[in-house]
């Protein structure tokens, strides 16, 4: 079984709707400057190559948005 790129699940979900209520951003471009605003990169594909940069995505992005999604008070619709 092969892992999925931290830059590849990013690039599928700041196509999501369901991503951008989650980073409260109205479109994909504002979730791309979003994601590296909050975890201070240049680009994605920093998250593939820097350990440091991973462990915030997960700890900033990834963690909380599987929260977010299986919040049962939440409204996704």
């Known amino acids: 079984m092969t892992s999925q ?5 990013l690039a599928l979900r700041c196509k999501e709707p ?3 209520r989650f980073l409260q951003v109205a479109n994909e471009s504002d979730a791309i400057v979003a994601v590296r605003k909050l975890c201070d990169v ?3 594909r920093e998250f593939d190559r820097d350990q ?26």
């Open 42 to 44: 240049t680009s994605r």
């Open 52 to 77: 440091e940069a991973a462990k915030r995505f997960h700890e900033i992005i990834r963690h909380p948005f599987i929260d977010f999604t299986h919040d049962p008070k939440a409204d996704h619709a």
């Open 5 to 9: 790129r931290i830059s590849t699940w």
């Open 18 to 20: 369901l991503f951008w």
